[in-house]
């Protein structure tokens, strides 16, 4: 959607909006594409929370009182979603839910930093080992604030974050040093800064284990208001569509899907029931030496099936299916390590890289078949072909870059 009117107040505006964004948030940056705070981390300190709600808070201010200007349709709806992500983040500020009450925030936050930085390609390898290498260094005073501003958690949260820091040791162990081959990096220097960061989340994960764990809390839910609050600001929901609303709506959908799933089944094979059914899923599933194939080829037939029915104007923005690189493979089953991510929307590859679970010719008998039954034909199709890399998500992401 192009811009079709002047509105040189609200445009300067909206770069100062942004420029906060990225500056508060620059692991989120890195993976937006923008790569102008690729060397640091998030600064939680109390001066710096402070500093960030007083800029968020002038930042809406300084929204409320533009001139009026003739704003266009996409610069209708940025004002509004600006407007609204300033509001939801000084209420996650002080909401204990965040950086000030989730540890989780802390030991994912420093592993993706690093990760993301070598999930694209788009820049220099000499670049973002440079920025891996500032980000390392600053992991120790990062997880030691979340010590500081994190006393007590609700037990699952800080169970998350134990797993998380496992894999921040597996992968700033032994993964760095495969990525570094994966990458021809060579930099005596670089692995060992690799090192202070494993030490730094150990000792992270002794704290948690000795000192987080043991005080307990149960303060999961955020409560309707704040739900609410994301639903209007967030989502943009009418006020009638509300917290009860959305039970009432989710309750609907999901007895609709339950019905057309037992009438399906009946059609299908009277005498066997739905869960029976779906379980025979997992008997249909490609050879192991055409696994990683597989993918391509699904992928393949969804585009040409959706260009024939004329479901989408499908964009020319392939994906690239394979596994997940040798460096993350450890680390990877305790973190929230999606298959798809969402592609940068701003300095993007011609082809995405979309990883997938690895299965190997030299992996045991036993594992192979099992990953191939949980990995089978409709998972391929369903899970990641039509909802994440096709329709779904990857050529909905690509309409919405240019929305």
Same mark, same amino acid.
């Given at each position: ?43 939680? *300190?109390?001066?710096? $929370? #402070? ?7 002038? !930042?809406?201010? @300084?929204? &409320?009182?533009?001139? =009026? ?95 998380? *820091?496992?894999?921040? $040791? #597996? ?7 495969? !990525?570094?081959? @994966?990458? &021809?990096?060579?930099? =005596? ?215």
């Amino acid at each position: 959607m192009l811009n079709t009117t002047s509105a040189p107040a609200f445009d300067a505006w909206l770069d100062a909006f942004f420029a906060s964004h990225y500056r508060r948030n620059p692991v989120n940056a890195t993976f937006t594409g923008i790569h102008d705070h690729d060397h640091g981390l998030p600064d939680t *300190s109390p001066d710096a $929370i #402070a500093a960030n709600r007083e800029e968020m808070t002038r !930042l809406r201010r @300084e929204l &409320a009182a533009l001139p =009026d200007e003739q704003l266009d349709e996409a610069r209708r709806h940025d004002r509004v979603l600006a407007d609204g992500a300033l509001g939801l983040a000084l209420w996650e500020d002080q909401s204990g839910h965040f950086q000030l009450g989730n540890p989780s925030y802390y030991t994912g936050e420093a592993v993706f930093a690093v990760m993301a930085l070598f999930h694209r390609d788009a820049e220099p390898v000499a670049d973002r080992a440079a920025a891996a290498e500032a980000r390392m260094r600053a992991i120790p005073a990062f997880l030691a604030q979340g010590r500081e501003n994190v006393t007590s958690a609700p037990r699952a949260w800080t169970e998350r974050a134990i797993r998380e *820091s496992r894999s921040g $040791i #597996a992968y700033f162990g032994d993964g760095f040093g495969l !990525l570094m081959d @994966e990458r &021809a990096i060579r930099s =005596d220097g670089l692995a060992d800064v690799a090192a202070i960061a494993t030490d730094a989340l150990r000792e992270h994960l002794d704290w948690l284990e000795g000192t987080l764990l043991p005080a307990t809390n149960e303060r999961y839910a955020a409560g309707r208001e704040a739900f609410e609050r994301y639903l209007r600001l967030g989502h943009q929901l009418a006020p009638e569509q509300d917290a009860a609303w959305v039970d009432r709506y989710a309750r609907a959908a999901m007895a609709s899907a339950r019905q057309t799933l037992e009438d399906r089944a009946r059609e299908l094979d009277p005498a066997t029931g739905w869960p029976d059914q779906l379980a025979r899923l997992a008997d249909d599933h490609p050879a192991a030496d055409g696994y990683y194939g597989a993918y391509t080829e699904t992928w393949l037939r969804a585009r040409d099936a959706a260009i024939a029915a004329d479901l989408v104007t499908w964009p020319d923005y392939p994906i690239d299916y394979g596994p997940f690189p040798e460096s993350d493979r450890a680390a990877a089953g305790g973190l929230y390590y999606l298959f798809y991510r969402c592609p940068a929307p701003l300095g993007r590859p011609e082809t995405h890289f979309y990883r997938v679970t690895p299965i190997e010719p030299d992996m045991p008998e036993e594992e192979q078949a099992a990953k191939l039954r949980a990995t089978n034909d409709a998972v391929i199709k369903l899970n990641h072909v039509i909802h994440h890399g096709g329709i779904g998500h990857h050529v909905q992401n690509w309409n919405a870059f240019r929305a």
